[in-house]
């Protein structure tokens, strides 16, 4: 393979692995939704709704990682550390691509929080879990902004996908009818 | 004296930070042998203990019970 | 009104009667953490707040901590139907105050605090405190307000609300420190003892369960009040002095206590006397019932009331209690079904040991005490020819 050629590799690697992270974090909040209804899934239970919450959460953040690690290396990318850190001084695309800093940023905040939640306890952490409704658009946004397949066929597909999950999850959490747990709930029994 | 089953002497239990409940159930479907739901939708200890025990098979499935709970209001207490 | 029914030094006053002849007005003197302990062993000295808990043991809890403590006289009362921590504080400040200020100093506290409810009149607390260390903190709550730990969450700036139980308040409580939190009418008895000595403490009360306490007497009865008497008095002759009107039963322990029927009335006021009735003296309530009033309509005020004063923290204590004033009400008003006492059993079974604090337990014994004791009248209801319809405030 030719150095351009690993070049284009690095950046459909990286691309990939950031629209894979994208998918798994649209997953994981529609997840969290579920979960935080009270509704069980079939098979999975309850159980099943939160680690797969967790568990698709964790590993787009994997996947984060490692679309920041190879478009680091991918000299294409033009990616410098301080562009992980500090949004908008990025020599690509520098607004899109600040606004995945940003998201990056807030992974960072809310992978952190979710380890320590033992020690920061259930309401620190679920004030700051609140962040992932700002995660999600803003990883969205990123995407449609700094790809260079953003007109491709196959890419809106996914990104209409996506965005019609989440609008539909979020609608259904701002219903009057969402089942709250606890004492809004009406009674029920576990399967 | 040889080991039983139910080895008294190490019994741990688990804590049930009920301010924080709400319900939510993973707990009753990861121990169904320590909880049932009662009539709102609260586990409810089989045993009608405050600190039910957890027995010995049980004990990976509470560990996961305890981190399962997405309000944190589990928490194993008693010698492991 | 004090009780003489029990053989007492001659010189030294009741608990309610401000001892005049103190040596000094600066507080309650100086003890070695050592010397109470032993002082507080020697007279067992239990908790008057409604545990009876050895106080010894919780002073050893606190004591052993390597942050300064913090020490609380809680005299928030939170028992509709007591009033002796009001009446003390109105009548004999000092002695609460001289008691607080000696455990404090016997444990190097941080800080001492007084807790009391607002509604209870300052002017006399100020005046006590004039000179002393001692803050006094005047809260707000209702009935689950005067718990240890709704105390605490309140001292630290929050609401009056009780915290799960495992944090511990003597591990940490207000300001993250070790936390004492003694009753005011336990205070008092300390700083009796500190003055005459555990043996005098003793001469007072039985073996087990020595000295003396204060009790509140309210109901069928011409002379409400506060009384002091000793412990393990009989029951009849602690209600006797407030003149009780053809009791038929008393309730012992407030509104989270246990019904003891006329028959029982020559029952000691002792844990182990009053075991078989599931009921124990806790904070001194006796609230008489007399012949004409409805003892399920009492019940149904009672269990509205205990609803309405969830702290509404805990899933089964929400849900079920409503559910449990619900159910009595429909049984006193002569509903015919007979599902009703098994339905309220296992709603308060359901609710017992499933939640903060011990709210839905006291009201679950509460109410299978109201059953048992008066199951012949639940029979009567159940079938509607309840004739007592009368209406006594509770």
């Known amino acids: 393979m030719t150095s351009s050629g690993l070049d284009t590799a690095l950046w459909s690697f990286g691309r990939g692995a950031g629209l894979a992270a994208l998918g798994l974090f649209t997953l994981s909040l529609v997840l969290g939704i579920i979960g935080r ?69 807030l992974l960072v905040v809310l992978t952190l929080v979710s380890v320590l939640r033992t020690r920061i306890g259930p309401r620190g ?67 | 004296m040889h080991a039983t089953g139910a080895d008294t002497t190490m019994s741990t239990r688990l804590h049930i930070d009920w301010t924080r409940c709400d319900g939510h159930g993973s707990c009753v479907e990861l121990l169904p042998d320590v909880f049932t739901t009662d009539d709102f939708g609260f586990p409810m200890p089989l045993s009608h203990e405050k600190e039910p025990v957890i027995p010995v098979r049980s004990r990976v499935a509470a560990g996961h019970a305890v981190r399962s709970c997405p309000v944190m209001a589990l928490k194993v207490v008693g010698r492991v | 009104m004090t009780s003489t029914t029990a053989p007492r030094a001659a010189e030294v006053r009741g608990l309610l009667d401000p001892d005049d002849a103190r040596p000094d007005s600066g507080g309650g003197g100086q003890i070695s ?48 139907l007591s009033s002796k921590d009001a009446v003390l504080l109105t009548r004999n400040p000092t002695l609460v105050l001289d008691g ?66 495992a944090r511990r308040v003597t591990e940490c409580g207000v300001d993250g420190r070790p936390t004492l939190v003694v009753n005011a009418e336990t205070l008092a008895h300390l700083g009796r003892i500190a003055r005459h000595g555990p043996a005098w403490f003793r001469s007072a009360g039985t073996a087990d369960d020595p000295g003396t306490s ?90 509205d009331y205990l609803a309405t004063e969830s702290a509404r923290q805990c899933g089964p204590c929400v849900n079920g209690l ?26 308060a079974r359901m609710v017992s040991g499933r939640g903060a604090c011990a709210h839905p337990d006291g009201t679950a014994r509460f109410i299978a005490s109201t059953l048992a004791v008066f199951h012949s009248h639940v029979q009567d209801h159940l079938e509607d020819r309840c004739t007592l319809r009368g209406q006594t405030r509770p």
């Not at chain 3, 412990?231 to 002095?241: E, N, Q, V």
């Open chain 1, 125 to 191: 952490f679920r004030s700051v879990h609140w962040a992932s409704y700002v995660l999600w658009p803003l990883a969205l946004v990123h995407a449609l902004g700094t790809g260079s397949d953003a007109t491709s066929p196959w890419f809106r597909a996914f990104a209409v996908a996506c965005v019609l999950v989440v609008v539909g999850a979020v609608w259904w959490r701002l219903a009057p009818s969402f089942p709250g747990r606890g004492w809004d709930r009406q009674p029920r029994r576990t399967a």
């Open chain 3, 214 to 303: 204060l009790l509140t007497i309210s109901g069928a009865v011409h002379r409400p009040g506060v009384i002091e008497a000793p412990r393990g008095t009989r029951l009849r002759d602690a209600i006797a002095p407030a003149l009780p009107i053809d009791p038929v039963a008393v309730l012992v322990g407030g509104y989270h206590g246990a019904w003891v029927p006329a028959a029982g009335l020559e029952v000691r006021l002792s844990k182990s006397a009053l075991a078989p009735y599931g009921a124990s003296l806790g904070a001194g309530v006796l609230h008489v019932l007399g012949a004409e009033t409805c003892p399920l309509q009492v019940a149904t005020r009672v269990v």
């Open chain 3, 322 to 347: 409503p559910h449990l004033a619900t159910a009595i009400r429909r049984l006193a008003s002569g509903v015919r079904d007979d599902s009703l006492p098994l339905d309220i059993d296992r709603m």
């Open chain 3, 100 to 165: 607080l200020e000696i455990l404090g100093r016997a444990m190097r506290c941080r800080r001492a605090i007084l807790a009391v409810h607002e509604d209870v009149e300052a002017a006399p607390l100020t005046a006590a405190l004039r000179g002393r260390r001692t803050e006094l903190a005047r809260l707000t709550g209702g009935f689950v307000a005067g718990q240890e730990s709704a105390v605490v969450n309140q001292l630290n700036g929050g609401l009056s609300l009780p915290r799960d139980q």
């Open chain 1, 37 to 105: 209804s009270g509704r069980s899934l079939p098979l999975i239970g309850r159980v099943g709704v939160s680690d797969l919450h967790r568990t698709a959460a964790l590993t787009g953040t994997s996947l984060v990682a490692i679309h920041v690690g190879s478009l680091l290396i991918d000299p294409y990318a033009q990616l410098k550390a301080v562009d992980l850190l500090l949004p908008f001084l990025a020599a690509y695309r520098p607004f899109w691509l600040g606004i995945g800093t940003l998201a990056a940023d």
């Open chain 3, 33 to 80: 953490l050592p010397d109470l302990l032993e002082m507080l062993d020697r007279s067992g000295l239990t908790g008057r707040g409604g545990a009876g808990f050895p106080t010894s043991i919780k002073v050893r809890a606190v004591a052993g901590g390597r942050r300064r403590p913090v020490i609380v006289g809680n005299a928030m009362e939170g028992e509709p």
